[in-house]
């Protein structure tokens, strides 16, 4: 999968994490921002961390050395 597709897995699973934590944990209107904020910062950091790995596999900063056997 390419990365925009991948990206748009990780925007709609995020969406959807944040929708289930306010469904499932309403407790009152700062505990829900609170709630909110650490769905949305998990989601973001994974995606980094996807993102990180996915591009450095592009273009990588060590290049092997091939033995002329």
Do not use: D
Request: glycine share 6%.
């Amino acid at each position: 999968m390419g990365f925009v597709v991948t990206s748009a897995i990780f925007f709609l699973a995020g969406f959807i994490a944040c929708l289930f934590s306010l469904l499932c944990c309403n407790r009152g209107a700062s505990t829900n921002i609170f709630h909110l904020t650490l769905v949305i910062t998990a989601t973001v950091c994974c995606w980094m961390m996807w993102a990180i790995v996915y591009l450095a596999q592009m273009k990588p900063l060590i290049n092997p050395i091939l033995s002329g056997e």
